[in-house]
């Protein structure tokens, strides 16, 4: 009778024991890995070797557009290797951290052939997108998100235009110690290979301050290399004015005309019209005047002689003329009591911009401070098609301030302190369209922000 408790005891325990522990995939190293979980169920999924590309590749090799491929840090195909992506193939790109973000490198002698087509692009995305095979576009990420991933780094042996000598260089977001980042030579007609319809959603990843990854970078692609966009061919005419004096004091007017052959602009992308795409939209122009002045205060007062003003302000006219294809798409949409012109603002360039700034410089107390102002006018940012509606960003009003002291006997010390963004202005793009109420596209506050720095020169 004893044993037969003790029995009932034990059997107590192991039911409350076992039923608090929860079962899934225990493996940190599966993809489906759950932290929570303490008892493992065997459910664990993995990343087929198969459908991973990571590292150098060291032979040929094309991929199966009937299953999601994954790509983890940085992806080279290198000097006399091919890699074919077929229409309809979808690569998800793991995040990655600084300069190991994911990203593909077609190095110079490396070619990419990526032909998709208009209603089966190749799609280059995050791993959080919950996109599927057959589908344009998945639904858990916006098109405003940006640096999950690195982007589509191609590079070349084409001539750059580099100062001096150097006839080849490091590409930006690439570690100096990566002999496959650098591009440039002597190869006009250097073949990088093909890309149609390829769609680079969500990349962009920042490795460092003002250094980043973007969607798709270029550098020296040879002529030969077939991109489905026409290059741009840019003639610039300027006529400028200079005036120097003391305490590096200037006037400087300049008259400028550009004229823009196949301008590549962004716009929506057809089968996925929440992402967007470069594409050459017409045949554009421009005419502005820039105004720089460095003034010393010292002529209001000589107790003003540390303190001078700065201003540089540009005011510039563009106009891209319609092809017959975006004509054609704006006037079919045309609302009640719309009219269409043959031309339209250029999609990027801003119609004023003003930088301008109050410094003050001690070279003897080794002090520097000074409240700086910035802005530009309503810019195009993205080209609309009449049925969705242009994109525009709006002026960003920043005011910024930055104090500087030198310490010590020798001032190998200094600390400094600065603020950004003192008036808190947003980040802010609207979609327009007419006689219908503008709505955001994207906002984003990035605060004031406060820093202070210290540094000691050895």
């Known amino acids: 009778m004893k044993n037969t408790k003790l029995t009932s005891i034990l059997i107590i325990i192991c039911i409350s024991i076992c039923s608090c522990q929860k079962k899934g995939c225990t493996d940190p190293n599966a993809t489906n890995y759950n932290s929570q979980t303490s008892k493992d169920d065997g459910s664990c999924q993995y990343i087929q070797e198969d459908y991973l590309l990571t590292g150098t ?58 032909q998709g087509t208009e209603n089966s692009p190749i799609i280059m995305t995050s791993e959080s997108d919950d996109i599927s ?46 002999t496959n980042g650098l591009y440039g030579g002597n190869n006009p007609l250097d073949n990088s290979g093909i890309i149609q319809y390829l769609s680079i959603r ?29 290059p741009s061919y840019i003639q610039n005419y300027d006529l400028r004015y200079e005036h120097f004096g003391d305490f590096s004091q200037m006037f400087a007017v300049s008259l400028f005309y550009k004229n823009f052959q196949d301008p590549i602009e962004m716009t929506y992308f057809e089968s996925a019209p929440t992402n967007f795409t470069p594409k050459n939209l017409g045949s554009a122009s421009l005419l502005g005047v820039e105004f720089e002045i460095r003034k010393n205060l010292s002529f209001l ?52 911009l003003v930088n301008t700034g ?12 000074g409240l700086f102002y910035n802005i530009q006018g309503k810019t195009l940012e993205i080209v ?46 609207k979609f327009e369209s007419f006689s219908t109420e503008s709505l955001n596209f994207s906002l984003r506050n990035p605060g004031r922000l406060f820093s202070f720095g210290y540094n000691y020169k050895f």
């Open 202 to 230: 969500h990349g962009g990843a920042e490795i460092g301050e003002g250094n980043e990854i973007n969607g798709l970078t270029l550098g020296c692609v040879g002529s030969a290399t077939t991109i489905d966009l026409k």
């Open 384 to 429: 609309g098609t009449g049925f969705l509606p242009d994109v525009y960003t709006m002026p960003f009003h920043s005011l910024n301030f930055n104090f500087n002291k030198e310490i010590g006997k020798n001032r190998k010390s200094s600390f400094n302190f600065k603020i950004n963004n003192i008036l808190n202005d947003s980040l802010e793009s």
């Open 358 to 369: 109050l410094n003050y410089s001690n070279s003897d107390k080794g002090l520097q401070t």
């Open 301 to 352: 007062n000589k107790i003003f002689k540390n303190i001078s003003m700065n201003i540089n302000a540009s005011f510039i006219n563009s106009k891209l003329s319609f092809s017959e294809s975006e004509y054609n798409l704006r006037q079919n949409m045309l609302r009640a009591g719309e009219t269409l012109d043959n031309y339209r603002t250029l999609q990027g360039q801003a119609p004023f």
């Open 57 to 114: 590749l060291n032979s040929d090799k094309t991929l199966d557009p009937t299953v999601i491929w994954s790509m983890q840090g940085r992806v080279i195909v290198p000097n006399g290797v091919t890699l074919t992506i077929p229409a309809g193939t979808i690569i998800k790109s793991k995040a990655g951290t600084g300069a190991n973000a994911t990203s593909l490198v077609i190095a110079r002698g490396g070619k990419l052939f990526a």
């Open 133 to 178: 095979i057959g589908s344009n576009s998945g639904s858990s990420l916006s098109e405003n998100v940006r640096g999950l991933w690195g982007g589509l780094l191609i590079l070349g042996y084409a001539p750059g235009s580099f100062s001096g000598d150097v006839i080849e260089f490091q590409i930006e977001g690439i570690p100096a110690s990566e």
